[in-house]
């Protein structure tokens, strides 16, 4: 298993077609709730442009994509009203009496792990690498969890991640969550 930053567009297909496969409306109700769901489709272009302004990290098992966290930046987050929507609530929230507005953050747009290959770690080993690469230049990763998400909200927490606020998106409730990078227990 290598997981590494995106580095060619076949990487970018593989990170489409593995999100195809998880969407909430391509399995079943009790594979969603036993195994978690993606929300928010992708295009390849919006996929792309997010790419450009930093790499996705992914997981592959030879030139496969099994697993990815995209990599979401205050500049690439015009393209879709879900990751739009998402920047301005974080915006919104408060962390340490700070307004995340005013903090150098970084988003997850998504992470994803291919059904195979649950239960190896990869999502701990994704969100190491993330901040491997990342925590020089972010203070805070950020993400939502749909609260209908149990297996992914609790993933979350296991890295260290915490519920700093809520939102109604969609007709859905869903956790905002923050990994600070600054956090003594950063080490999970």
């Not at 015009?78 to 990751?83: A, E, K, R, S, Y």
């Amino acid at each position: 298993m290598n997981i590494t930053r995106v580095s060619s567009p076949i990487e970018i297909i593989g990170i489409r077609d593995l999100q195809a496969l998880n969407l909430k409306q391509n399995i079943t109700a009790e594979e969603a709730i036993d195994q978690g769901f993606l929300t928010a489709s992708y295009t390849i272009e919006y996929l792309q442009e997010m790419n450009a302004v930093s790499s996705s990290i992914i997981a592959k098992d030879g030139d496969k994509v099994v697993g990815y966290a995209l990599v979401t930046t205050k500049e690439s987050k015009n393209g879709h009203d879900l990751i739009e929507d998402l920047f301005d609530a974080i915006d919104a929230c408060e962390y340490n009496g700070q307004l995340l507005k005013d903090v150098n953050y970084i988003v997850v747009g998504q992470l994803c792990v291919a059904k195979e290959y649950r239960g190896q770690d990869l999502v701990q080993k994704l969100y190491g690498h993330f901040r491997d690469c990342l925590s020089n230049e972010f203070t805070y990763l950020v993400t939502d969890v749909a609260k209908a998400n149990v297996r992914s909200l609790k993933a979350h927490k296991k890295r260290g991640f915490q519920v700093i606020n809520e939102l109604m998106y969609g007709g859905f409730g869903w956790d905002i969550v923050l990994w600070d990078w600054n956090a003594a227990d950063q080490t999970l």
